[in-house]
C-alpha cells in the first residue's frame, strides 16, 4: 500500500500562537460574554486569555491545560493546524514544543494533532530539581509515561510518590491533580503517551 509523504515546514512558536489563536475565536465566536466566562471558569486572568485570543501572546502549557479543560476539548485541539490526508513525518528540528515553568518543563509533540484525537504522544524534558504541578485532566483521561533518562517523580492524586528510573514505565488516570518531578542532578527525558477517555 502506498501512503502519501507529507512533510511541512517548522510549526514555530508563532505559528502556534495563531493556530491557538484562531481555534479559540471560533469557539467564542457563538456567543457574547464567552471570553469572560471563559476566562473566569479556566482560572485565567481575563487580559492574558485576550491577548492569547488576539494571538498577542503565546500561551503555556498549563494556561492552554487550563482551557482546554474549561472547554472540555482535548488539549491538542488548540493547536491542531489543519489535517492534512498522507503520512507526516514530525522531524526532531520542527516538532512542536511547548514550554513552561520558565523552559523547566517542556512538552515536545511525537503525534500529529487532530480535531478530535484519541491519543497524544509527547516527549518530556524537566530540568533537574523541578517539580510540574498539573491539574486534573477530563474525566477518564490517563497517562502512561516511559523514563528514558534521569530519575522521575510521579504523584498522582492522593497515592504515594512513584519513583522511576531509565527503563521504568507508569500507568495513571490524570483526571486528578498530579505532578511530576525531576530528582538528582540530571535532566529527566520521558514519553508520554495521553490517552482521551480511556478507563481501566
Partial sequence: MN???VEGPPVTEQDLTLITAARLRARLRREDGALERLADFAGVDEDQLRAIVNGQRAPSIDVLWKIANALDV?????????RRSGAAVIRKSDANVLISSGGAFRSRALTVFGETPRVEIYEL???????EQSQAHAPGTSE???VVQGELEIVAGREPPHRLGPGDAIHFDADVPHAYRALGAEAVIAHLVLAYGVRD
Fill in 3 to 5: 501512503a502519501k509523504h
Fill in 74 to 82: 482535548p488539549f491538542g485541539s488548540l493547536i491542531a493546524p489543519t
Fill in 125 to 131: 524534558t524537566i530540568a533537574p530539581g523541578h517539580h
Fill in 144 to 146: 502512561n509515561i516511559l
